[in-house]
């Protein structure tokens, strides 16, 4: 049973055109504009404040920006690599430090959150090229393999699955573990869930259909990199695997929990009842989204 405040916070998200004075919930279609949601996007993060007890730094990885979110006496020696979501068109360290703050705090471990490069300006495969700039600058910078941890939600879900493929077709080391929050994990956005779903999830009619469509730019769907559902994951690290039953995502992530079984891939697999799109970075507002990220961060604990 859901808990009541999930309910009502849910129910305000996927209503949230009411407090514009409109009826009718938001359709994404070839007159929106990937600037003004930006900036919509951006103006609401810059209220947002650090979880209690961490602190973020500048860092440059090669001319791309980034950020260190460091708990209080994290060890110098772990990190979990975090990949933020935005659709593949939007999201930034400036979007998403307040989120990573609670994995830093929450894992006692220092995370580091980086601006790759996005839709439609560069669309595949820039984005995948940029999660492994950042992962090699971690073994550059000295960290081994086994002290990385490496994840993120929605689009950044779907590119921790795609660099983990990319590593292991560069035979790069893989990290000791990964976890992945509501992957979009077919790119032709075709599963059923995208229908029967779209009144219990929160992203507005049509909105990864055509934010992906951005992405991929012409590429064949079945790519691996751009589809992680179609890759071989044989040798693959441990991969904890969270979806909610209300999100259009659904059947791409029960999808993709079979190819991970099919591959021998340890996985944890949690499908949370009632509960919408990239949840747990909900925490911690209701009891659900808290108790999910909990359980994320005991993961990457268990694993560095």
Known sequence: MPSLSSKLFIFLIRNRQIFKGKLKREIIDDSFSVEKFRARIDKASAKMRLAKGTKAENTDINGMYAEWIIPENAPEEKVLLYIHGGGFISGSCLTHRMHVSKFAKGTGIKCLLFDYRLSPEHPFPAAVEDCLKAYRFLLDSGFKPENIVIGGESAGATLTLSLLLKLKQLAFPQPKAAFSISPLTDASCSAKSFEYNYKNDVAPKNSWKIWTEMYIAGHDTTDPLLSPQFGHFKGIPPIHLTVGSYEIHLDDCRKM???????????????????VHAFPLLSPLFPEAKNALDEICGFVKKNL
């Open 257 to 275: 929990a079979e190819v991970l079984k099919r591959d021998d891939v340890e996985l944890t697999y949690k499908e949370w009842p009632n509960m």
